[in-house]
């Protein structure tokens, strides 16, 4: 069974750091595009930083140079650090994977392209 399991969410004051993992199980992740995507309350979903099969990166502007992704083959484990929390960066953050490797990083932060998802894990950023 293919899957991917999140961890790491939890409340933070504003100017705060949290990294959230994501661990994949039954596919070849590491040569998988791969993403994190943030729900906001009562918005819709949105990628917020992607990473192709070659390790390009895209991030949405909001979050650029404050988060970064990055994945460790080795654990088949994907990362997203988070710096300078702000309360708009509340949300259900979400890791997933594509298996079109040729996916690209704004196929998947824009369309959200993806065929495996995480179960979401809650980020709350307030005092």
């Known amino acids: 069974q293919s899957n991917l399991v999140e961890s790491g969410g939890g409340l933070v004051q504003p100017g705060g750091s949290l990294r959230l993992s994501c661990t994949a199980s039954?596919?070849?992740?590491?040569?998988?595009?791969i993403g994190w995507f943030r729900q906001a309350p009562g918005k819709a979903r949105e990628g917020i930083a992607c990473?192709?099969?070659?390790?390009?990166?895209y991030y949405e502007e909001s979050v650029k140079g404050r988060f970064t992704i990055s994945r460790d083959v080795a654990k088949n484990t994907m990362y997203l650090e988070m710096n300078n929390l702000q309360p708009e960066d509340t949300g259900v953050y979400y890791c997933?994977?594509?298996?079109?490797?040729?996916?690209?990083?704004?196929?998947?932060?824009?369309?959200?392209?993806?065929?495996?998802w995480g179960q979401g894990t809650q980020v709350t950023v307030s005092t």
């Open positions: 990473m192709s099969n070659r390790d390009g990166t």
């Open positions: 039954g596919f070849p992740f590491k040569s998988y595009p």
């Open positions: 997933g994977a594509n298996s079109n490797l040729l996916a690209t990083t704004q196929a998947m932060c824009v369309i959200l392209e993806a065929d495996y």
